[in-house]
């Protein structure tokens, strides 16, 4: 079971070599949850009596998957609840179709990001660990737009076909 950010980014470079098509080369990724902040949730599981309840409802509405970025695309697998191990790959889509909006870098502990899934009308919520904030930079350098706030600093915004990120900046294995 991997503990590790280097070791869960290695199953997801295995598992992602055995469905990428020839060329494709892996950037970064990120492991993330569904849902509301964890810190909210930590808050309400600590309420007496019934914060058990909340805790376990929270927790098995909670969603885990990794999402990857290539060169070309973002990947998206789910992740194992228990293990953090990538399960089954469920989708990819292109970097020019931007999925990603509102990623917000918190400055403690947790982190967040909206992601359109295919076939859904409405971003999902997704947050991360601080971990992840070197890879999350890789995201932001393909897809600046997608930084929340980023409108009122006259980033532009996507322009279909053009990806912006450079693809020699792969982040280290160096856990910070």
């Given at each position: 079971?991997?503990?590790?950010?280097?070791?869960?980014?290695?199953?997801v470079v295995?598992?992602l070599?055995q469905?990428?098509?020839?060329?494709?080369?892996?950037?970064?990724?990120?492991?993330?949850?569904?849902?509301?902040?964890?810190?909210?949730?930590?808050?309400?599981?600590?309420?007496p009596?019934?914060?058990g309840?909340?805790?376990?409802?929270?927790y098995?509405?909670?969603?885990?998957?990794?999402?990857?970025?290539?060169?070309?695309?973002l990947?998206v697998?789910?992740?194992?609840?228990?293990?953090?191990?990538p399960?089954?790959?469920?989708f990819?889509?292109?970097?020019?179709?931007?999925?990603?909006?509102?990623?917000?870098?918190?400055?403690?502990?947790w982190?967040?990001m909206h992601?359109?899934?295919?076939?859904e009308?409405?971003?999902?919520r997704?947050?991360?660990?601080?971990?992840?904030?070197a890879?999350i930079q890789?995201?932001?350098?393909?897809?600046?737009?997608?930084?929340?706030?980023?409108?009122k600093f006259?980033?532009?915004?996507?322009i279909?076909?053009?990806?912006?990120?450079?693809?020699?900046?792969?982040?280290?294995?160096q856990?910070?």
């Open positions: 079971m991997p503990l590790t950010r280097a070791g869960m980014r290695k199953q295995q598992n070599s469905v990428a098509p020839p060329g494709e080369e892996f950037v970064a990724c990120v492991h993330v949850e569904t849902g509301m902040s964890p810190w909210l949730a930590h808050l309400l599981e600590r309420i009596l019934v914060g309840l909340i805790g376990i409802a929270i098995s509405s909670r969603e885990y998957y990794f999402i990857t970025l290539t060169n070309t695309s990947v697998h789910r992740a194992a609840r228990l293990t953090n191990r399960k089954d790959f469920m990819a889509v292109p970097i020019a179709a931007s999925p990603i909006s509102d990623i917000k870098k918190g400055w403690l502990l982190s967040r992601f359109l899934f295919p076939g009308l409405k971003p999902s997704l947050n991360f660990h601080r971990i992840w904030n890879d890789h995201f932001i350098a393909a897809m600046p737009h997608a930084v929340e706030g980023a409108e006259g980033v532009a915004p996507a279909p076909g053009q990806g912006t990120f450079a693809a020699d900046a792969v982040p280290s294995d856990q910070r």
